[in-house]
């Protein structure tokens, strides 16, 4: 296991912005699911190593905040936000409509691994309701028309 | 005639995130007269006259907080300063349009709370999901450092202080303060017993100040315009200054409004944000502050909100997000789905909290799946009860408090799903129970 040099001088110029190396664990662990699309068993060790901290202390980093992917998702990975404020404005019948769309329950990838389906909670964009993260970015005010127009353009 | 925007002035101008335009527009103005006339505790003691009380969800005033902070910083120890831009309370938006929408006047209040509590470092803690907002607050520094607004020697002058924008990975919890900073050191987002409070010990065990993106958004007009003008804003003594209220839900224009502190909240929801989303589905229920603060009653939105007119009413402003509920909702349902986010994000340290949020949930989707018991609506207040004060943050009282407010306000709704086993006639049923 191993990543290039430019990779390596993206770590250590985050490590340098921190009184300790271990504080640059987040970052870090964004630059490695940015290499690589998610960051597996062998990765963590990799960061344990550089920041000087134990591998589990790395891997409880990774299985505690959700954004962190154990395992590949999909190309276009879909974050749908079904909490209150986007419940109200009819968040369950998107993921009704997206689940049926795309052949998947909730959690799961397509088979061509194009789409990756996922419910979250509060994304901050509540006076936007419905809406859901498409990889980084936000799509809001959804309707199932504009959702099956957006699907439609995706490759 | 509608109030003069402060901390939204720059919301719709073109190229509002661009340093030039702050600037064209008085910006940096503060900073330059706080460096350059007055002391760090001078300017601690014009926050505190203002009035200013924090605006991520406790109210705390924020010169008090800042005095805290020891008076001489021992090298050893040196003080930090965070941004808690971890906007996560359901219902709340405001903080993401500050950073996307005029990330220069985050950072000059950044960079006057650094400068008042002593701070060469400012870290801004931002919630992974925001990776716009990330972006464009990284390209402000840039442009911030170049013109000497931040970085080494500021305007010339002795002090330096350093700008990072650090980004969580998907953690509610990251946004309580003590678990901000086990965050930042790179541990899982596990919150801290409090004493030491964090001006004595916080991040790296050194001094450290955490304030909301909001509240230091204030301060570079309260440098400007003086605290007495501060005062003149809202509700003096204690409601003063402009907010920013989060409105979402069953009305017909959500969005982000700002108003002097104690607006009505009948004129945020039927005036600013156009009414009822639907004409003929009256109002039922509002939360107030944020999914963790107890809901009012339709008879109960007679309220202006501010921090102690919603404190009276048995509630809180919390983090400022409004969420209208209307005729239409199932008042079980609501809750499960909020029950089921603070199960979801609760950090798993502490039994009550762990356990019992989860077991709110599970009794929720029963009650609302026809399969309720007469003694659930009892359990569900007993558990509550068991939640409260025994955790080490407030993340279980957050969970607990609405489960109260919903059960004790909305008893006969209940109680109709234990008898019917089914909800309201006229109300839309949970999809998709867990």
């Known amino acids: 296991m191993s990543f290039d040099a430019a990779f390596q001088g993206r770590v250590d110029a985050i490590v340098a912005r921190y009184p300790q190396p271990k504080a640059a664990m987040l970052p870090v662990l964004w630059e490695v699911q940015k290499a690589k699309g998610h960051i597996d068993t062998e990765s963590e060790a990799w960061v344990a190593n550089r920041l000087g901290v134990s591998p589990a202390q790395v891997h409880g980093c990774v299985t505690f905040y959700t954004m962190y992917k154990q395992r590949p998702s999909g190309r276009h990975h879909i974050q749908v936000c079904t909490t209150l404020s986007c419940m109200l404005r009819g968040s369950d019948e998107l993921v009704a409509h997206l689940e049926k769309r795309l052949n998947v329950r909730v959690g799961e990838t397509t088979h061509d691994g194009r789409f990756s389906l996922v419910r979250v909670e509060c994304l901050g964009s509540c006076d936007t309701a419905p809406m859901f993260q498409l990889n980084d970015d936000y799509h809001e005010n959804l309707t199932l028309e504009k959702v099956d127009r957006l699907l439609e353009s995706l490759t | ?434």
């Open chain 2, 1 to 434: 005639m509608p109030a003069e925007r402060i901390l939204t002035r720059n919301v719709g101008r073109p190229d509002s995130t661009a340093l030039a335009s702050y600037e064209a527009n008085g910006g940096y103005q503060a900073l330059r007269k706080a460096v350059g006339s007055m002391t760090p505790d001078g300017l601690t003691e014009e926050v505190k006259k203002s009035g200013l009380r924090g605006r991520g969800g406790a109210g705390f005033p924020t010169g008090l907080k800042w005095s805290f902070m020891p008076k001489e910083v021992d090298p050893k120890r040196p003080h930090y300063f965070l941004i808690n831009a971890d906007e996560s309370e359901p219902g709340t938006f405001k903080d993401r349009l500050l950073m996307e929408k005029d990330p220069h006047l985050v950072l000059e209040g950044t960079l006057l709370g650094a400068y008042a509590i002593r701070a060469s470092v400012a870290y801004i803690y931002i919630r992974g999901e925001f990776v716009h907002a990330t972006q464009v607050l990284e390209r402000a520094i840039e442009e911030a450092v170049a013109k000497r607004y931040a970085g080494k020697n500021i305007l010339g002058g002795a002090w330096s202080c350093e700008l990072v924008v650090h980004r969580g990975a998907g953690a509610y919890i990251c946004g309580e303060e003590t678990a901000l900073m086990s965050s930042l050191e790179g541990d899982r987002g596990y919150p801290r017993l409090k004493p030491p409070f964090p001006a004595a010990s916080g991040v790296w065990k050194c001094p450290t100040t955490i304030n909301n993106v909001e509240t230091v958004a204030n301060v570079p007009f309260i440098v400007e315009r003086g605290a007495d003008w501060f005062q003149s804003v809202g509700k003096a003594p204690k409601n003063t200054g402009p907010k920013l209220y989060c409105l979402s839900g069953h009305v017909r224009r959500p969005g982000v409004y700002e108003a002097p502190l104690g607006l009505p909240m009948k004129e945020l929801i039927h005036e600013l944000g156009g009414g009822m989303l639907h004409a003929d589905r009256p109002l039922k229920a509002v939360i107030p502050g944020g999914s963790s603060v107890p809901v009012l009653r339709a008879d109960e939105c007679d309220v202006d909100l501010d921090f102690d007119s919603l404190m009276a009413k048995g509630t809180m402003l919390g983090s400022a997000g409004i969420m209208v509920m209307d005729a239409s909702t199932c008042m079980v349902a609501a809750m499960a789905r909020i029950a089921h986010f603070y199960y979801h994000e609760s950090c798993g340290q502490c039994t009550p909290c762990r356990e019992g949020c989860g077991w709110l949930e599970r009794i929720l989707n029963r009650i609302e799946g026809g399969k309720g018991l007469q003694q659930d609506l009892d359990l569900l207040l007993s558990i509550s009860d068991n939640i409260m004060g025994n955790t080490i943050c407030a993340l279980g009282d957050a969970a607990a408090m609405p489960t109260i407010s919903f059960v004790k306000k909305f008893r006969d709704e209940f109680q109709h799903h234990v008898d019917h086993k089914s909800c309201l006639t006229g109300t839309l049923a949970l999809q998709g129970v867990r």
